[in-house]
């Protein structure tokens, strides 16, 4: 069977069309196939692949408002951002992430990252490869995520963060609508609008 998280295709340079092709061509296998978001299997009638949509779920043992914080959320008033992603995969856009965060008003920016990294400059807190029990204190102790990736098949933080008591702050990237209800419950902008991303997280402060 082939599970497709995402356009596998759409991870390479945009030169990479002999890849692209090979790539793509995966999807007309004859597989049994399963997907997680309602874009891809759409996409994928396009290679005569009929594919099972399994929505992600959401650990609920886990992410949750009740249970420990590695801080007591900010007053009203002051506003704790949190980056979350690998540094240096473009698609994930962190390092600019954390720049446009930290050219807001916000009053602090933590990063979480699967990136061995003890400290980044301009960040009151980073944490790097922590297990996965360890990530909801992390969420709680945050009001909004910060997540610009420019690739996603459906994307788990924010869902994550959601069920933490924060919000989100995203990108108009594939998959976001699975789940995201702009100005309902997370803020969506246009892809590199990056004065409009400043802008907004000054408004949620």
Known sequence: AYFVQSIESRLYPQDEKPLHGLVDSTYALPLPT???AT???THLRDYGTEAALVRNGIRKDLYSTTGRAESARPPRGELRVLVEGPLGVFFKNVGRSL???RRSRADETWLLTSTSLGWY???ARTYSRVPIDA???IYRSCDVILKLSYVEGMFGPPLEIFH???TAVVYDVTGHDEYIRNGENALVLRRDDERGVVETLDRLR
Request: charged residues 10%; glycine residues 16%.
């Open 135 to 137: 990530v909801a204190p």
């Open 164 to 166: 933490c008591g924060g």
């Open 99 to 101: 720049r446009l965060s």
């Open 121 to 123: 400059p301009g960040v």
């Open 39 to 41: 874009w891809i299997q």
């Open 34 to 36: 399963v997907t997680e």
